[in-house]
């Protein structure tokens, strides 16, 4: 009976397992996609919820299934299905985390798949962000700059020069107006760095940091020079020496330090674009808050991205079908759809231009503004990335910040440290 049980169970999960691969095909002939989508605002989650539905209306013989995903656990959680055979047809991601997935061949070279239409329409700089080796991995579509969400009432009060993407301020500037607006309790600005690498690698482009850098023969060493220091330095100095940064929010998110904006004991917070969203949900009534650009370094206001990224997995048995869906949900309407719902911008030249994203309100002209100024973040190509920023990145900057270790230490464990964890992965 015991083995009888087993079997029976055995059959249900075998069952389970096939009607949960990618790309299946009713006995009617009709295709079925599974797309991951890892939207979470709420409007997020509607825009693309409409366009599968539209899709799926004018597309009867193609049906495409809407997976709620999570951005907490999206690496682990692909790194299984991928190896378990169970991988959605499309999967939504970031740039930043395909390097391993490319290489280990568990998603699709779309070169060839995808519509001129759309490889037209995005700049080669974001189509740097999904290429590894001679293949495209994604479809770069949804990006955000690195800006200061600011009290704008005081910032008025204050008299300080009020920087424009023309004319930001430098980081040498950036850190004497924070000194000038910080006293009695309050601070010129809360860096909210729970997760320190990406904020500090991508704004450190800014003054010409770089730190991967490639040899000719292909492999990637860990360089900490001058324009790498600059960011951290700044960072570091207005905490510890200027006292225009509390300690207390280094450790934390980004909504963490919401509370005390708005309660008016921080003149800034450096945060993603998106986080507008937030801020507009949760001001207090009468808050006035305006978008600035992050500081400029001797690069102007490049900075890195990892734009959001759509994929098909390369065992997807309907590639072509998939590589439609993905023409129709990015046609420049719909990506600006998508971006209007993740209070984020797109990376299509056509999708750029909607009025739409021009507007001053909730500064949206600011960060559009900003878009020809983005480019790959240091490590979208570099393999062994995600140990790296755990194991040596992230551990060493918290220490620098907080004044545990000094600007030698960290430059010895990112480089030192740091190569002999990328070194396993370039064997």
């Known amino acids: 009976m015991m083995r009888t049980r087993l079997l029976a169970a055995l059959a249900a999960a075998l069952l389970l397992l096939a009607g949960c691969s990618s790309g299946a095909t009713r006995d009617d002939g ?14 997020s989650v509607a825009a693309t919820k409409d366009l599968v539905r539209e899709w799926n209306a004018a597309h009867p013989e193609v049906r495409v299934e809407y997976v709620q995903g999570s951005w907490d656990s999206v690496h682990d959680q692909l790194l299984t299905a991928f190896e378990g055979g169970e991988a959605p047809d499309i999967v939504h991601d970031a740039s930043d985390d395909l390097a391993d997935f490319a290489y280990g061949g568990y998603l699709a070279d779309l070169t060839g798949l995808l519509p001129e239409r759309l490889t037209s329409d995005i700049p080669r700089r974001s189509w740097e962000t999904v290429t590894f080796g ?30 424009t993407p023309g004319r930001p301020w430098s980081w040498a500037e ?10 009695d309790g309050k601070y010129g600005v809360a ?88 801020i507009a949900q949760q001001a207090p009534e009468g808050f006035e808050w305006q978008v600035l650009p992050a500081p400029a370094g ?18 997807s048995p309907h590639k072509e079908e998939a590589a439609a869906f993905l023409d129709f949900l990015l046609r420049p309407r719909n990506m600006v759809r998508l971006a209007l719902g993740d209070w984020m911008l797109p990376t299509g030249t056509q999708a750029l ?20 100024h983005l480019r790959p973040a240091p490590a979208q190509s570099v393999r062994g990335y995600p140990e790296w920023k755990d194991k040596v990145a992230t551990p060493a900057l918290q220490e620098y910040y907080s004044g545990a270790i000094g600007l030698p230490e960290l430059r010895e464990r990112l480089e030192e440290d740091g190569n002999l964890v990328l070194a396993r992965y370039q064997r």
């Open 353 to 372: 231009k909607d009025p739409a994203l021009h507007t001053r309100e909730h500064g949206w002209a600011t960060g559009t503004a900003l878009a020809r």
């Open 30 to 43: 009709r295709i079925t996609l599974r797309f991951q989508s890892l939207a979470w605002q709420q409007e």
């Open 134 to 163: 001679d293949g495209v991995y994604g479809v770069p579509f949804l990006q955000e700059p690195r800006v200061l969400i600011a009290n704008a009432a005081w910032l008025k009060k204050s008299g300080v020069r009020i920087p």
């Open 298 to 315: 001797r690069a102007g206001l490049t900075q890195g991205v990892s734009p959001q990224t759509l994929s098909i997995a390369e065992d």
């Open 174 to 183: 950036f850190r004497q107006v924070t000194e000038r607006l910080s006293g």
């Open 191 to 278: 860096w909210p760095l729970k997760e320190p690498v990406s904020a500090t690698l991508n704004l450190s482009l800014t003054a010409g940091g770089r730190l991967f850098h490639r040899g000719p023969d292909g492999k990637v060493t860990v360089r900490f020079e001058a324009g790498d220091e600059v960011v951290p330095r700044t960072v570091h100095d207005q905490v510890g020496t200027d006292r225009s940064a509390p300690a207390s929010t280094l450790g934390s998110g980004g909504s963490d330090t919401l509370p005390g904006f708005f309660a008016g004991r921080y003149a800034m917070v450096p945060l993603g674009f998106s986080y507008r969203q937030q």
